[in-house]
């Protein structure tokens, strides 16, 4: 996504500057190029001798250089990248934006910088006193309104021994901010995407359900990646809480016949299917109307709820159908099987007992199975990525 893209990675004086480090780095690999300019005080905790091997190219740190070859070295920088991030970004430098005061080569480029044309993402660093003082606060709110971008530090254990918000948010977070800066390719325009995500809940009695671990980050990735492509998205998902990625048309369901009732209305609009959630095989065949008081043991009965993915295979027309199957043993087995009985053209496979994989994660690892018998095994990665990484497939089948 970042390919020939040229970021400004601007470094302030703050103990975060050795997250920048690994920033230059997360972009470089995703295949920006890095222009790196650090204020004086940043250098105090990261050379720019780290910065230029990292990146390739010169570090910039003086308004008055003859070795820069040029007199207005400032503007050539606000206007030579696609996007500015700042990062880490101190309450001094905030201050000194927001009151338009340009004393050094990075606050002097971001002066020149033309926010029409260019995003630029601050990332502040600070201790938690200084983040809530009033005027950081309100210098804060001022360049949010002027239009810059935040990436909201992270509460935590400081460097200076406080807890609290002030930590500068994960490289990892950062660079996907950046990618979200970045209009995606419009492939799925003209289509509709209907994906189905998050668990249900099956009523016991008012206060109890039955239910499982499903967070529905898959879906509402999925959700999200295909609105950026140019699909139009129907989003149908159980309850979580997440909120519902913007421009998607959303409609919150709770029980797995609730979901079965939407999904089989909005069926004829979809050309692709994605059924990502984690519905409730069975429900309680008697529900309560008043909680039920403890005393002796409790014999609940359970029936099978409609199978929606089994329902959309058979009544399988033109549209493309995507199933999940989340396994603790026989992975490839028990998906193979899944892919065949329920009609699928792609079944995304993945094994719960993996680290960083399954519900509670913001990864996952996953393996791709194909009508032909084909499978693809992939690498951990972000719920997001693998999400672009789908829909990838997905615009081969089709």
Partial sequence: MLKDKTILLGITGGIAAYKSAELARLLIKEGAAVQVVMTANAEAFITPLTMRTLTGRPVYSSLFNPSYGSATVHIDLAREPHMVVVAPATANFLGKIAAGIADDLLSTVLLAVN????????????????????????????????????ADPLAGVLACGDVGEGRMVEPAQLLQLIKDKFPAREDYGGLTVLVTAGPTRELLDPVRFFSNHSSGRMG??????????GARVLLISGPTALEPPPGVEFHPVVSAREMYDVVMDKLFLADVIIKTAAVADYRPEETYSQKIKKGGDLLVRLVRNPDILQELGSRKGNYILVGFAAETENLLNNAHKKLAAKNLDLIVANDLTEEGAGFTYETNKVNLLYRDGHVEELPLMTKYELAHLILERIKIII
Avoid at 124 to 142: G, K, Q, Y
Avoid at 220 to 229: G, K, M, S
């Fill in 115 to 150: 926010l029409k044309e260019r995003p630029v993402i601050l990332a502040p660093s600070m201790n938690t006193v200084m983040f809530h003082n009033a005027a950081v606060r309100e210098n804060i709110e001022l360049l949010r309104k002027r239009g810059y971008i935040f």
């Fill in 220 to 229: 509402y990735a999925l959700a999200r990646a295909a609105r950026e492509r």
